[in-house]
């Protein structure tokens, strides 16, 4: 089977990533399967940018087909913050309670519509064989919750406040926060890519395999 390196040292992400692309057709590695190192810096002006970046650090590493995303939360009372630099928000050292802190520091007064948010991901797939990108998007819109709810997911999901749901994101059961939120939307796109460049590798060489 053709194997897939999902281009994270992240262990919460490669869970997730795991789950959302489980019997895609690819057999998914990461880089610490392989026995690699590998570091990006993480200075793109966009979600594209970074995630680009690293799957093309990763191809480059691997010469496998890999994927990598990049994802953020975009406050709309604060002009789109943290957006890109979520993950750096407050410094790479700060905790997420700090930084839920300063959000909530940020917004406080606002009212339930004052506090509109949404999750952004995209993915890119790059292909050793073309050298290609291929990119798709995921977005999911809610709210700033006042306070952080839930033990489920990571990042902001707990501040994540979903009204049709009435929970945070981080409340929800593992298999519905992976059909609804930003990653699941992304990689219902990145899956579409990922079966017809598999299927273009096959029919070039049937034995296709890493």
């Not at 399967?33 to 970074?50: M, Q, R, S």
């Not at 943290?82 to 007064?109: C, K, M, N």
């Not at 939120?181 to 299927?199: I, M, P, W």
Request: one cysteine or more.
């Amino acid at each position: 089977m053709a194997k897939l390196l999902l281009a994270t040292n992240n262990p919460g992400k490669a869970t997730d990533l795991r789950v959302l692309f489980d019997g895609c057709g690819w057999d998914l590695v990461t880089p610490r399967d392989l026995g690699l190192e590998i570091e990006v810096t993480e200075d793109g002006e966009t979600y594209a940018d970074n995630a680009r970046d690293k799957a093309v650090a990763g191809m480059r590493a691997s010469g496998l087909v890999a994927l990598s995303d990049d994802s953020g939360i975009e406050i709309e009372a604060l002009g789109g913050e943290p957006g890109v630099q979520s993950a750096r928000f407050l410094g790479s050292e700060a905790t997420y309670a700090e930084r839920f802190a300063e959000i909530e520091r940020r917004l406080t007064g606002l009212p339930r519509e004052g506090r509109a948010c949404r999750f952004v991901c995209v993915m890119a797939v790059a292909d050793p064989g073309t050298k290609d990108i291929h990119l798709a998007e995921g977005v999911v819109r809610g709210l700033v919750s006042e306070e952080p709810r839930g033990e489920g997911g990571f990042g902001y999901a707990p501040i994540f406040w979903l009204p049709q749901h009435t929970a945070t994101m981080a409340e929800l059961p593992d298999h519905q926060r992976n059909i609804i939120n930003h990653r699941a939307r992304a990689a219902a796109h990145a899956r579409q890519v990922l079966r017809e460049l598999l299927h273009a590798h096959t029919e070039t060489d049937p034995s296709y395999v890493h």
